[in-house]
């Protein structure tokens, strides 16, 4: 895989207070993920979501996290919260992405769940139709929802990798190994949640700026690296 042509973009996930989203902002991150799964630890109200994005607006662009959710639904949300992105983390079909962003006018991320190089051969499914793709460790099996487990997958894997699209990184990405994550896979981007949190839904504010920095410093170390 070659290096990514462009900065590595950053996304804070499940930001659900004024302090962790300004401290999200102020470490210079470009995307903040808002969630509206209800059964996360890390769900907003639209009302309560609505009022974190208008503080975003302008100096991130804000993502909503939905889960297998019905396109009136979906526009209803968009309507009252804005985002920039939409972020589905459910099953949703490529048929249903494709009729999701014509719905609502909106760039989407398709996750897509990893244990092993197998579950990588949907990647070709949504490859040109999401406008990114997340890979993200799969879910414990009784899991309420799907991400933000803490669980890392085997990075290595993503070597053999087919595909023309770039893609995000997620799943056990924390401070301490997101360094050897962009090392070894070379992401668009990264992707947190639980790794900037003290407790389930409870972002720490030093945690997020320590992510901020060791993934800015690696993706640069990684550059200069494709240069030489």
């Given amino acids: 895989m070659s290096v990514p042509a462009q900065p590595l973009t950053i996304k804070i996930c499940g930001l ?5 989203l300004e401290a999200a902002l102020a470490a210079g991150v470009e995307m903040v993920g808002l969630v509206f799964h ?13 009022v974190l994005a208008a503080r975003a607006r302008g100096r991130a662009e804000i993502v ?22 939409l972020q589905l983390h459910g099953r949703e079909t490529p048929e249903a992405v494709r009729a999701l962003r014509a719905a609502t006018g909106l760039r989407a991320i398709k996750a897509l769940g990893v244990a092993d190089r197998h579950d990588l051969a949907a990647f070709a499914a949504y490859d040109g139709i999401a406008d990114r793709i997340l890979l993200d460790a799969k879910p414990p099996k009784d899991a309420a929802y799907p991400g933000g487990h803490g669980r890392a997958f085997d990075w290595s894997i993503l070597a053999a990798l087919d595909r023309t699209s770039p893609f995000m990184l997620s799943g056990g990405l924390d401070p301490a190994n997101v360094a050897q994550a962009i090392a070894m896979a070379r992401p668009w981007g990264v992707d947190v949640s639980s790794g900037v949190e003290r407790a389930p839904g409870v972002k720490d504010v030093e945690r997020i700026r320590d992510f901020v920095v060791a993934a800015r410093a690696a993706a640069a170390a990684t550059t200069e690296a494709g240069r030489t």
Avoid: C, H, Q, Y
Avoid at 16 to 20: A, G, M, R, V
Avoid at 38 to 50: N, T, W
């Fill in 16 to 20: 659900s207070t004024p302090e962790t």
């Fill in 38 to 50: 209800p059964k996360s630890p890390r769900f907003v109200p639209p009302k309560e979501a609505a």
């Fill in 64 to 85: 909503a996290l939905i889960v297998d959710r019905a396109i009136g639904e979906v526009t209803e949300l968009v309507e009252a919260v804005r985002p920039d992105w």
